[in-house]
């Protein structure tokens, strides 16, 4: 189909792009890869009024370091993400961004873009949450941060005001025998996570679990913290059967939904299964 008439402008600054948000109030629209708007609007599932382009916005591209940290600018591609030296030991940031699409999508989409859109069947909002990255967002009056924990609320909904950008997301350097993970069951036709994992494990000196977050993205609508799993594995030896255990909690507290690729008991139970080799996998990797 072909989307509504709309009219187009092109953001050289990202003050020129708050100001356009501003002056064109809800009907406005950002346009940053467009692999999630564009798709909706040929749909006529949305129909803005205003696109506002911020592809030529040199500052929100490439990954840098920051505050000991990392910082992944908003206009970075899955496939920068995905191969950025930088971030060599966020291995769920990169096997999430790895895992989006096929080769076009991941050219061409955005790390801000997939996040601010907050899809329930997204790979990258698991990663940040389970990663406890922060996201800077700016506006009209400045620029204010947000926790991952804060920042995804329901159904394609986050703590994005119409009027700000997401601009970067921010990771802390990991601790020492840390390890993290992102596993899915995909659909075989789009890619997206009918169920994803993503596990963040820190291994104490005795070898126990001294901490642990794990977040699920598909199952229900939207990413959200396996809290259940994360209090079970907390001051356990990370075996086999402890792991086992703990991911038979990862669908609880969440409403897991049904369709035409996974029921919601089957959707439960990819949960559990992939929770399982997450924490697995970062395990392995922080000893």
Do not use: C, W
């Not at 799993?229 to 669908?251: F, M, N, R, T, Y």
């Amino acid at each position: 189909m072909i989307p509504a008439s709309f009219d187009y402008y092109s953001a050289e600054t990202v003050d020129e792009a708050i100001e356009l948000l501003q002056a064109h109030g809800s009907e406005a629209k950002l346009l940053a890869g467009g692999h999630s708007l564009i798709p909706l609007m040929k749909l006529r599932l949305t129909e803005p009024g205003t696109i506002v382009d911020i592809g030529k916005i040199a500052e929100l591209r490439g990954v840098r370091p920051r505050d000991g940290g990392v910082a992944i600018g908003a206009l970075t591609t899955h496939n920068a993400v995905s191969t950025s030296p930088a971030l060599d030991g966020l291995d769920a940031v990169q096997e999430a961004a790895r895992a989006i699409g096929d080769v076009q999508v991941r050219n061409r989409g955005t790390i801000g873009g997939s996040l601010a859109h907050a899809d329930p069947g997204a790979d990258l909002p698991a990663a940040i949450l389970a990663l406890n990255a922060v996201i800077v967002l700016r506006g009209p009056t400045g620029e204010r941060t947000v926790v991952a924990d804060q920042f995804f609320q329901g159904l394609l909904t986050t703590d994005l005001a119409e009027d700000e950008l997401l601009t970067e997301v921010r990771f802390r350097t990991l601790l020492d025998r840390t390890g993290s993970a992102y596993v899915k069951f995909a659909n075989p036709a789009s890619g997206y996570a009918v169920v994803g994992v993503a596990a963040v494990v820190t291994l104490g000196a005795d070898g126990s679990i001294a901490d642990v977050r794990v977040a699920i993205t598909g199952a229900g609508d939207h990413t959200t913290r396996a809290t259940g799993v994360e209090d079970a594995l907390k001051g356990q030896q990370p075996s086999v059967d402890a792991i086992a255990a703990a991911a038979a909690h990862a669908a609880e507290g969440i409403e897991t939904m049904g369709d035409i690729h996974a029921s919601a008991e089957y959707r439960a139970e990819l949960t559990r299964v992939y929770a399982r080799r997450a924490i697995q996998k970062a395990v392995e990797r922080a000893t």
